[in-house]
């Protein structure tokens, strides 16, 4: 008996070096990050669940005064602070209301609508 020789080589596939993801400055962007934090939405929420030096906060902020329905808008003012000091230190409620804010956050980001 006479092995057979293999002649395809093993395909190494070289992986491609790691890239911290950045966010391209949009118009949008450039709007939201020109906003003074004054008046009566101070996004306590999208504060708490994304971290203070995350720009996500601000672009939901923009959403809740420029899109949101009104109704979502004034109960996020009247009970927002309570519900972010309620998150401080809750990393799997962080995560859940991260995951229901992304929506609201892509379609500013795409000049989109989002509805509730």
């Excluded at 669940?49 to 949101?68: K, N, P, T």
């Excluded at 809750?90 to 509730?116: D, F, S, W, Y």
Aim: charged letters at 20%.
């Amino acid at each position: 008996m006479v092995a057979k020789e293999n002649n395809s080589a093993p395909h190494a596939t070289a992986r491609k070096a790691y890239e911290k993801p950045t966010l391209t400055k949009t118009a949008v962007l450039a709007a939201i990050a020109a906003t003074a934090i004054s008046g009566p939405v101070k996004c306590w929420v999208a504060r708490a669940a994304f971290g203070e030096s995350d720009i996500r906060w601000m672009i939901f902020r923009a959403w809740l005064i420029d899109d949101a329905p009104a109704w979502f808008r004034s109960l996020y003012i009247r009970y927002g602070e309570a519900i972010g000091n309620w998150l401080a230190g809750r990393e799997g409620a962080r995560r859940v209301v991260r995951a229901m804010m992304a929506p609201a956050i892509n379609c500013k980001l795409h000049g989109r609508q989002q509805t509730l």
